[in-house]
């Protein structure tokens, strides 16, 4: 399986700005769908963002619609979040996900089909 290593987060003020890595190793990164959950405190982990191992389809949750952007760089092994005009409930363990070949919109938001996780990085915005 492939290992994921997140970095990026930090504390910043509302409406800051800041962009999440997360490096794969030890697989085909490109046959990797790949994505973005967070853990807020004290509520259920949530989908953020996708995007598909193919075509490069990319998905996101209402809340961050037009503000965060999911890419990857298969060349560098590499998936960013861009994180723009954040908000305090923005505040979050977030955590990068991958899966080979996975594909359709229902699956690629539901975590449980993810095999690989990071360890997570926390992002914290004040008001």
Same mark, same amino acid.
């Given at each position: +399986?492939?290992?994921? !290593?997140?970095?990026? $987060?930090?504390?910043? +003020?509302?409406? $800051?700005?800041?962009?999440?890595?997360?490096?794969? #190793? $030890?697989?085909?990164?490109?046959?990797?769908?790949? *994505?973005?959950?967070?853990?807020?405190?004290?509520?259920?982990?949530?989908?953020?963002?996708? @995007?598909?191992?193919? @075509?490069?389809?990319?998905?996101?949750?209402?809340?961050?619609?037009?503000?965060?952007?999911?890419?990857? &760089?298969?060349?560098?092994?590499?998936?960013?979040? !861009?994180?723009?005009?954040?908000?305090?409930? &923005?505040?979050?363990?977030?955590?990068?996900? *991958?899966?080979?070949?996975?594909?359709?919109?229902?699956?690629? @938001? *539901? &975590?449980?089909?993810? $095999? #690989?996780?990071? !360890?997570?990085? +926390?992002?914290?915005?004040?008001?």
């Amino acid at each position: +399986q492939v290992r994921l !290593q997140e970095s990026g $987060g930090g504390v910043t +003020q509302a409406g $800051g700005s800041l962009r999440l890595a997360c490096e794969a #190793s $030890g697989g085909d990164f490109n046959k990797y769908s790949m *994505a973005w959950f967070r853990h807020p405190p004290g509520k259920e982990r949530e989908f953020v963002a996708a @995007i598909s191992w193919n @075509i490069g389809n990319t998905y996101y949750t209402e809340s961050v619609e037009g503000r965060f952007t999911i890419s990857r &760089d298969n060349g560098k092994n590499t998936l960013y979040l !861009q994180m723009n005009n954040l908000r305090p409930e &923005d505040t979050a363990v977030y955590y990068c996900a *991958a899966r080979a070949y996975l594909s359709s919109y229902g699956r690629l @938001i *539901a &975590d449980k089909e993810y $095999g #690989s996780w990071g !360890q997570g990085t +926390q992002v914290t915005v004040s008001s």
